[in-house]
């Protein structure tokens, strides 16, 4: 089949006059199962569309997307895999170095709001040319929502783009349908018929079982009227019972949510995964040195999508939902069988999973039929009595890619879910992943130790977590080896005070674990910890939230968590002040830090062995990545 269009020369080998569709990325093209808009192209593309890409276009110049000229049917953007505020900047706002979805890494080939500029810049060369947005960086954008880097509320991206439609969430089914519509001579702003799709009218007459929200002038004059908003959004991101969302804005205009699209089915799934992707990103980027981001997913499978683990802090309930959508043993074989001839693969594969890998069935078989439950969690704040807790299927499907011709290891990056983990009575499983798919370190996502954090988080009581270690830790010693726990932890949560900040330096401490890399919390759109960042109100209850918003406070529980590092001393020590915990500065095996001689360096802390009856330190040696989609499991 070969690469998509990128240029006039490709339509013409192709014997293209005229594209169907022209799709603007802000990603480098790799045509890969792993990149957003490698799926909706070949997708388009497998019902008799064609579809051509233009790639990270130069958004000061108009004739950059006029390249592939006018398309047939309409425009079609996305940001990238990534959102492309928090692809350029740290919760900091410091500005990131390098963009793997770039060729060579370089950043700056994509603008700030990337989807809002390309519409803006399609629609003043093409003006009654059919635009539609999708991807992460709309989807969860889709409505009014708060913007972290202008500190205010935003408008729909569907009016800052000046686009027609949004297709959001998994878009597959969408997008075939508006590509269909389109294709029979329905106008764009007739288009209002499709799930997973948003829209804007000034006519609401004909809409029923519809949902009206709070204005977006209400919304930007209270914040509490916008928390309230968005947990009627929240609660309403399921395809079964997901009622029609009406958004009011000024001048009689409405932006409209339509349901979301009904989840794939296994059969659906592979399908989509089946298309004949190129695996690779695009010939043109081999003299900049191609594109990183290819590296780590390039042997890797993606196994499921939608996660009903509900962290307050991540985005997937409101893009993928929180009904599991899988992938058969088959297609997931087949796809193995095909890494394993690829020339750069040296018998491990990366990953087998997704938004979190040992999710491989939807929590309960309510939810096929009649969605998703409202206002009640499957794993929070204790799993349901109605969960399915069996690992049966993803453990016969990793032995059998441990089976495979050349396949040597097989390891799991995605993520655990240890509460689900140990929500199954049977350990079968819990072995053999110790056994077999850790390489020294097994990453998992406590974020923090204290309930009262966790709570806010949406993720399991301390306890659990501890439960999960000692289990680990006997399975290791059972088996003779000697492998660690990389625990992700999260600074300044909303609900993290420096009370809080202390104790989890405390816990640190007890356990002997140095974290090399923070995470401070990211305030993404379209999330609930977001929203108490925002409005000091927690969404599902109404109450109010401690919020860490003073750059100088958020540094000291930054560096709370790594109060060994000689570099944070002041901070600790004006840290454990200020939260009256003068305790902890000292000589005593408690403390965290020493105190420090006038006009004397600080004498570096021996490290601790075996006959001082301390533990001895383990240091995260891996950085913590960027996630695919915004979010831990």
Known sequence: MGFLPISREDMEKADIRQLDFVYVIGDAYVDHPSFGHAIISRVLESHGYTVGIISQPDWKDAASITILGRPRLGFLIS???????????YVSGKHRQTDAYTPGGLMGKRPDHAVVVYGNLIRRVYKDCPVIIGGIEASLRRMAHYDYWSDSLKRSILLDSQADLISYGMGEKSIVEIADALDSGIAIKDITFIPGTVYKTHDITGIYDELLLPSYNEMKADKKVYAKSFWMQYTNTDPFTGKTLIEPYPKGVYVVQNPPTAPLTTQEMDDIYDLPYMRTYHPAYEAQGGVPAITEIK????SNRGCFGGCNFCALTFHQGRILQVRSHESLLKEAMTITKDKDFKGHIHDVG?????????????????????????????PCPNLRADHTDYLTLLRRLRALPGVKKVFIRSGIRFDYLLADS??????????????????????????????RMGKPSRSVYERFVQKYNQINAALGKKQYLVPYLMSSHPGSTLKEAVALAEYLRDVGYMPEQVQDFYPTPSTVSTVMYYTGIDPR?????????????????????????????????EALIKAGRQDLIGFGPKCLIRPRTPNRNPQPQKKASADTGRKKTIRNVHKKKSKKSPGNP
């Not at 042997?299 to 993606?302: A, V």
């Not at 997704?354 to 204790?382: D, M, W, Y």
């Open 79 to 89: 940001g990238g895999n990534m959102d492309s505020m928090v692809n350029h900047y």
């Open 299 to 302: 042997c890797s499978l993606i």
């Open 354 to 382: 997704g938004p979190t890998a040992n999710f491989r069935q939807p929590s309960c078989e309510k939810q096929l039929t009649q969605g998703v439950c409202k206002n009640r969690q499957c794993l929070f704040p204790k």
């Open 426 to 455: 049977d350990d079968t499983f819990f072995r053999e992943l110790v056994e077999h798919h850790v390489s020294g370190q097994l990453k998992v996502a406590p974020e923090h130790i204290c309930d009262a954090v966790l709570s």
């Open 541 to 573: 209850n109404g109450k109010d939230v401690y919020v860490c918003r003073n750059p100088h406070e958020k540094a000291m529980q930054r560096a709370l968590i790594q109060y060994r590092n000689p570099g944070n001393y002041e901070l600790v020590k």
